[in-house]
């Protein structure tokens, strides 16, 4: 979808780059061990801020789509972008230097 604040920047499919998908995102990040309890608390506070008014204007004024995903919701965006670039880093044949 197009952001909305910038509206005449067309999508990476109208642009004629179909099966292509470009995300950025902004999240929080505690250790493994943190109890449950406390991470979907972080989550639910996080999730208020990002959704009002305020935090939603900020995201918004600085060309993201605020969403405030679950803890779970985020941790499966983080997995299925491990797994996206691990493959495309895969399939180049990109070798780090040492």
Known sequence: ARVPSMPN????????????????????????????????????????IVKSPAGAKMLAD????????TAPEFGALLKRDQQVWQALVSQSGIKVAS
Do not use: D, N, Y
């Not at 292509?20 to 506070?45: D, Y």
């Not at 600085?62 to 995903?69: A, C, D, H, N």
């Open 9 to 48: 920047v067309p999508t990476f499919a109208e642009a004629g780059f179909t099966g292509f998908e470009s995300i950025g995102w902004i999240g929080m990040l505690a250790p493994a061990k943190t109890p449950a309890p406390l991470v979907q608390r972080l989550s639910a506070e996080i999730a208020t």
């Open 62 to 69: 600085s060309g993201m789509l605020p969403r405030g995903t």
